[in-house]
């Protein structure tokens, strides 16, 4: 088990340019979600997959967010035409459906987009 | 909708003292979940503890515990024995019970451990 990993861990980009960024879950979970997170906030809820399918998306996922989660084991998350107001971590956690109780949501270090 | 609040953005405590963080939330939901996590400088976040609310029994790990006041709506953090590793960025965290699993998070508290 090496936990979830994302990369870039950093991304610097110019205004309008499209942006992906990678997450590898940890082995076997089967749910993964992606935040955003801006300085001095905590985490905001993006979208959450359950194996390959996307069961919800926030309000703040603009029709500029897509993510994917192909076959159900790593996911992308592609930002269009990025603005400024894009400038945030984008964290991504998994967790497994255990059938029981919620179970625990591990986060990766996340990927600091920089938008000039 | 769910709120997390957080009012206390910096705090600060002597190595080996005991300090609270606080945290109070906002639902009409009975059955949910609350979390702290930990987020040190420029590392990754890692759940500290994690609260049921049909438990009344507070919950406990090692140097941490939370007091939980289900009518008052409050979840604190008591840390004890404060560490130099334990400066850190500290969440509030607040999941309904629907197995979606999505968290809605305060905005932190900055917790400095001085030695």
């Known amino acids: 088990d090496t936990g979830v990993s994302q990369d870039p861990r950093h991304k610097i980009t110019k205004r309008g340019q499209n942006v992906t960024f990678r997450c590898d879950p940890i082995?076997?979970?089967?749910?993964l979600y992606w935040y955003r997170q801006t300085l001095g906030q905590g985490p905001e809820f993006l979208t959450y997959?359950?194996?390959?399918?996307?069961?919800?998306k926030s309000r703040l996922l603009s029709d500029r967010f897509s993510a994917e989660r192909p076959k159900g084991s790593f996911s992308t998350l592609e930002i269009q035409r990025t603005e400024q107001g894009d400038s945030a971590m984008y964290l991504c956690?998994?967790?497994?459906?255990?059938?029981?109780?919620?179970?625990?949501?591990?986060f990766g270090p996340g990927t600091r987009l920089t938008v000039l | 909708a769910q709120t997390v609040t957080q009012s206390q953005p910096e705090m600060s405590v002597q190595e080996a003292e005991t300090v609270t963080l606080s945290c109070t939330y906002d639902?009409?939901?009975?059955?949910?979940?609350l979390f702290w996590y930990k987020q040190p400088p420029s590392r990754q976040m890692i759940l500290v503890i994690r609260?049921?609310?049909?438990?009344?029994q507070n919950a406990t790990e090692n140097r941490f515990s939370v007091n939980f006041q289900k009518a008052a709506k409050s979840f604190s953090l008591k840390i004890s024995d404060s560490q130099l590793g334990d400066t850190a960025m500290y969440f509030c965290?607040?999941?309904?019970?629907?197995?979606?699993?999505?968290?809605?998070f305060g905005d932190g508290t900055t917790l400095t451990v001085k030695p």
């Open positions: 997959f359950q194996n390959e399918a996307q069961l919800e």
């Open positions: 965290a607040f999941m309904i019970n629907t197995n979606a699993g999505k968290s809605t």
């Open positions: 639902t009409s939901e009975s059955n949910y979940y």
């Open positions: 609260q049921e609310a049909y438990k009344q």
């Open positions: 956690a998994s967790s497994r459906l255990a059938g029981g109780p919620t179970d625990t949501q591990y």
């Open positions: 082995s076997e979970h089967n749910r």
